[in-house]
């Protein structure tokens, strides 16, 4: 990014959130400004106000993008959980989780080990984040230290801010598909060397679950994440209950699947565990203490029929603990985040909640991100915070249009969005103040 960008103003209407609505309330949280400037600058955002006040003022030199009043410009979306080896398996048919990387988890992932075909997957991926308002995500490379070597490049080459990390896996996983504990601990160490902190892109450390590391290994990934504590941390837990029960064998001497990771020093801030439908209270309790965060993936959790993930219950104003939400591609059947949007109302329905509209893309965006800490940068739009922004066109389809002549309210509008809308809706995506997609 060079530091003489010439600035751009962005006008149209404005959502973004200067708290948590959930633990706050809407009217204190939720700012909806009708007609909005954001003037950025040098990958930031330099000026940002109901469209009266900043306009008149914009310096001659500032190119006016008005998106007019059926647009919504918000923070770009986060995606909390996401494999990206798995864009080229995603609506593989057939059975739960355990079974499912078995069949079609692991022989895709094997493939990785030719790197023509990683970058490919990897640009397919990056672009698909970009066409549906995706700017920043924490990803799951495969085991191979030049999976994650090849995504950072092209994340690079976008101005990205991404989380992502070498999977570890020293068991029960296909020849071809296992480190060693020495050399898992390796190759994560040399990535984050490389990588961590590098312009935008953090490294993840990423031991993929209990079921497919050693406690060595676990020990291990718990070491790394010592040494370097500004690292995040992902993996998935309680997600199937076959899975939990599996663990529960495999681990008989901890009180829960929690205390496995926590046992091996792997709960913590920047923690990210996958799913989290069958967790009990004291892992709640626990993940709240710590600052963990859960990442929410509800197509993957119906496509998978792992469950319907108790939203309500992980916030519980008693113990909140930070949700986020993940598109878990492969297991995920979109990259659309309206369209998991979609999925996560119907995932509180079925636990007698009806998650709103306005609450729902609070979790999208600003919620994510300080699901990750990293809300003092990314997940909404205010003065000094990163640009990284999606412009969605509020009529994107004759149908939505059509339903949009009988909303009668700004929430209506935004639920409409999220239960018809998919990446058709996203007309523009913007990197660090760059244009990084434009609908066609
Ligand atoms: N648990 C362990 N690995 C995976 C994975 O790749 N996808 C999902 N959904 N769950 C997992
Ligand atoms: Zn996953």
Redesign the pocket.
């Known amino acids: 990014m060079s530091p003489t960008d010439r600035p751009i103003a962005l006008r149209g209407p404005v959502l973004t959130y200067t708290g948590d609505p959930f633990r706050d309330g809407l009217a204190r949280t939720m700012v909806h400004e009708p007609d909005a400037v954001v003037v950025v600058q040098d990958g930031h955002i330099a000026q940002f106000g109901p469209a009266t006040e900043i306009a008149p003022s914009l310096p001659a030199d500032v190119e006016v993008r008005d998106y007019g009043r059926n647009a919504l410009i918000s923070a770009g979306f986060v995606d909390t959980h996401v494999?990206f080896p798995?864009t080229p398996m995603i609506g593989s048919h057939g059975n739960q989780?355990l079974d499912w990387?078995d069949r079609y988890?692991f022989p895709t992932e094997l493939k990785f080990a030719d790197r023509a075909f990683t970058r490919e997957v990897a640009r397919t991926f990056l672009r698909e984040n970009l066409r549906n308002g995706i700017t920043t995500s924490c990803v799951?490379c495969t085991v191979h230290s030049h999976s994650a070597d090849i995504l950072f490049e092209e994340a690079e080459a976008l101005g990205l801010r991404l989380a992502a990390g070498k999977v570890l896996m020293d068991c029960r996983a296909p020849e071809g598909l296992m480190d060693t504990v020495q050399t898992g601990y390796d190759d994560s160490q040399a990535l984050i060397a490389k990588w961590h902190g590098r312009g935008r892109l953090l490294y993840a450390i990423t031991p993929?679950?209990a079921?497919?590391s050693s406690p060595a290994q676990l020990s291990a990934a718990g070491a790394l994440w010592r040494e370097h504590p500004d690292c995040l941390m992902q993996t998935?837990i309680a997600?199937n209950k076959a899975?939990v029960a599996w663990i529960r064998e495999l681990f008989p001497d901890h009180r829960h699947y929690l205390d496995v990771y926590d046992h091996h020093g792997l709960c913590g801030k920047r923690a990210v565990f996958?799913?989290g439908i069958w967790l009990e209270d004291g892992e709640l309790q626990r993940l709240h203490e710590t600052g963990a965060a859960i990442a929410h993936?509800p197509t993957?959790n119906f496509f998978?029929g792992s469950g319907a993930f108790d939203l309500s219950r992980a916030l519980d104003p008693k113990r909140p603990v930070r949700v986020g939400l993940g598109t878990?591609i492969g297991?995920g059947t979109s990259f659309s985040i309206l369209a998991t949007l979609n999925e996560a109302y119907k995932a509180s329905q079925l636990n007698g909640q009806a998650l709103s509209a306005e609450h729902a893309y609070y979790l999208a965006t600003r919620g994510s991100a300080a699901a990750i800490h990293l809300d003092d940068r990314i997940g909404s739009i205010a003065v000094g915070m990163e640009a990284d922004l999606v412009v969605l066109d509020m009529r994107s389809t004759p149908l939505i249009d059509f339903r949009m002549n009988q909303a009668e309210s700004f929430a209506e509008q935004l639920f409409v969005q999220m239960i018809l809308g998919d990446d058709r809706a996203v007309q523009a995506t913007y990197v660090a103040g760059r244009l990084a997609h434009i609908r066609t």
């Open positions: 494999h798995q989780l990387l988890t799951y993929r679950f079921g497919t998935h997600e899975e996958g799913h993936c993957s998978l878990d297991a």
